[in-house]
Nanobody, 124 residues
Framework: QVQLVESGGGLVEAGGSLRLTCAAS????????MGWFRQAPGKEREFVAV????????YYADSVKGRFTISGDNAKNTVYLQMNSLNPEDTANYYC?????????????????WGQGTQVTVSS
C-alpha cells in the first residue's frame, strides 16, 4: 500500500503561483510513477502531469504545458507541482496519484493509489 497526502492548495489571484506537495509513505517502488490530476466543479477529473521516479521523466497535459512543472525528491518520497501563471480555469481540487510502474498514464484507471486532494482557487 502507498499512502498519499497532498498539501499546498489555497486561494491565489490570476497570474499568481502555487506549489503543491504530495508526500508518499508506505510501500515504495523503484519504478514508481506519480501523477497529478484535477477536478473542477461539475467536470470530470482530468490529467495534469506525471513523473517517473527512476529517471525523472515528465509528461504534461497541453493545457498546463509551459506553466506547470512537476518534480520529485526521491529522498523524501515527495512530488511537487509548481504552478505559475495561474488563471481562473485552473480552479479545481488537485489530486496526487501513484502507480507502481508504467509511463505516460493519463487515465484515472491507470493509477492504483490516490490522495484526498487539495483545493486550488484562482480569483480573477
Amino acid at each position: 500500500q502507498v499512502q498519499l497526502v497532498e498539501s499546498g492548495g489555497g486561494l491565489v489571484e490570476a497570474g499568481g503561483s502555487l506549489r503543491l506537495t504530495c508526500a508518499a509513505s508506505g510501500r515504495t517502488f523503484n519504478n514508481l510513477v506519480m501523477g497529478w490530476f484535477r477536478q473542477a466543479p461539475g467536470k470530470e477529473r482530468e490529467f495534469v502531469a506525471v513523473i517517473r521516479w527512476s529517471d525523472g521523466s515528465t509528461y504534461y497535459a497541453d493545457s498546463v504545458k509551459g506553466r506547470f512543472t512537476i518534480s520529485g525528491d526521491n529522498a523524501k518520497n515527495t512530488v511537487y507541482l509548481q504552478m505559475n501563471s495561474l488563471n481562473p480555469e485552473d480552479t479545481a481540487n488537485y489530486y496526487c496519484a501513484a502507480k507502481s510502474t508504467g509511463w505516460r498514464m493519463t487515465r484515472l484507471i491507470d493509477y492504483d493509489y490516490w490522495g484526498q486532494g487539495t483545493q486550488v482557487t484562482v480569483s480573477s
